[in-house]
Each structure stands twice: as structure tokens, then as C-alpha cells.
DNA sequence: ATGGCCGGGAAGCCCGGA
């Protein structure tokens, strides 16, 4: 059977909980991560997306970061966060099996700029997500946002932002670790060709000059990667009244009855 | 050339985002 994953940086599920609902309506996927739910896990909206089917399992704060599970099959083996318990004040990693898949969600942090101390945070936690992803012989398929464009054609414009937040080497060496270590980032396997991009920013119209940034990953270990029929992005709800900045990836993955 | 927008929470701005 086909397991369909999708991942979505809603910028507060508060604020995004119509969309979401409209987007669980036209793509039932069986497991969607959510990052930047902005909520602590007693003010989730799990009632309203329990009326679609799916249950929520959160891990939230107040006011920022935040990563949530909507799902309409069964979740084993639940933990949060990275395992030294790195930045564990900060609600940045969900993990679960399903359907025999060890499945991260990560919500990565963000940096600031190159020249701040949480610049360093950030390429430690990336470390630290690697190591973590890279601890079980299970299929592992880590998904969400990851704040960092890996290449050139995953950027509108690679030479003005080379060196700066999201597109600075030692970002794209932390992605390629994940690479040399024998993840595979998924959407290049089915699109190897092309600009393509999960996140506009909000300023300077930039989604309709499509000056975007792909920094929703899907990232599948070596066991999970033969697994995948398909990976696409929907960009559909950039276009929809007051959208997150970010856009769903989906993923079809095989996995046994 | 620059900057242009959001959400949350507190408060009538500031932080953080990317």
C-alpha cells in the first residue's frame, strides 16, 4: 500500500487553521508535519481537525517554534526533541514510527544571520539532527523545514545570497553530510532538473515574482529511499488569502499491508 | 539601491522569521 506524507510550515496553526483544514480536504494524506504551530499543546486546535479524522500529537510553546503530527493511522514510539537535549527549551523535533518508518519531523532553527551566536546553534542542531536520524537501523525519512537551500537551482538567486542566512556553505555542508552519510534528498530524485521552491517571502511580492527558496526537505535514508513512487510540491496555498510563507511537500512512500 | 510582510504577545512596539 502507499503511505502519503506531506510536510508544512504554517507559520502558527492558530492563524493557518482554515487552510490547513482546506488542504486536508483536497489532499488527504495520511501524516502531515507541521512546524511553527506557534501554540502550547492545550490551545492546539485538535477538535476542528479531529471532525476530518486526524488526530494531533504536538509539541508546542507560546508564541514561537512548535512541530505537530496530524495523522489518520497509528503512531508508535513517540519522543521529542534531539536526544542530548540540545536547545530543549525550543519545541523543534517530533518523531514517530509509521507503518514501519522511523519518521522526524524537524523544524530547524532559523539562525539569524551568519555573524550571530545562533547561527553556530543552528549548525549544531543540523549536527546533531544527522546524528540523531543516523541512530536506528529502521527506514528513516526526515522531513520538514530545514532552513537551508541545498543548491543553486534550489534559490532565485544563488549569487547575491551566497553567504548569507540559509544559503551559506557551511549550511549546504551540514545537508551534505546528510547526503555523504546516505540520506537522499527525495524531491531532487523525482525533479533532478530546475528551480524549484517551498517558501516565498512575504515581502517585496515575491511569491508572484516567484523569488523563492526550497527549504522544505524530505530527506530518506538509504533503507527508506527505494520505498518512494513520488514527491511533489504544492504550491497552490501561497496563492490562498493570508497563506504561511511556506508551501506543503508530499510524498508517496510504499510500505508493507 | 533599498525595501516592501507576517504572527504573537504585549502594548500602541518589539521579537523572530528567512
Known sequence: MILTAATWNVNSVRARLSHVTRWLSENPVDVLCLQETKVTDDLFPGDELAGLGYSATVHGQKSYNGVAVLSRVTLEDVFTGLPSGFLGDQARLLSFRCRGIRFLNAYVPNG?????????????????????????????????DF???????????????????????????????????????????????????????????????????????????????????????????????????????????????
Open 112 to 144: 539569524g544571520d551568519v555573524a550571530l551566536p545562533a547561527f553556530e546553534l543552528k549548525l549544531r542542531w543540523l549536527t546533531e539532527l544527522l546524528a540523531a536520524a543516523d541512530s536506528t537501523a529502521e527506514p528513516v525519512i526526515v522531513m520538514g
Open 147 to 257: 532552513n537551508v537551500a541545498p543548491g543553486p537551482d534550489d534559490t532565485h538567486s544563488p549569487e547575491e545570497q551566497e553567504g548569507s542566512v540559509c544559503y551559506h556553505p557551511h549550511e549546504r555542508e551540514r545537508i551534505q553530510a546528510f547526503l555523504h552519510t546516505g540520506f537522499v534528498d527525495m524531491f531532487r530524485v523525482f525533479h533532478p532538473e530546475g528551480k524549484a521552491y517551498t517558501w516565498w517571502d512575504y515581502r517585496a511580492g515575491a511569491f508572484r515574482r516567484n523569488m523563492g527558496m526550497r527549504l522544505d526537505l524530505v530527506l530518506a535514508s538509504q533503507t527508506a529511499a527505494p520505498l518512494f513512487r513520488g514527491v511533489k510540491i504544492d504550491p497552490e496555498p501561497r496563492g490562498w488569502d493570508k497563506p504561511s510563507d511556506h508551501v506543503p511537500v508530499l510524498c508517496d512512500v510504499e510500505v508493507p499491508e
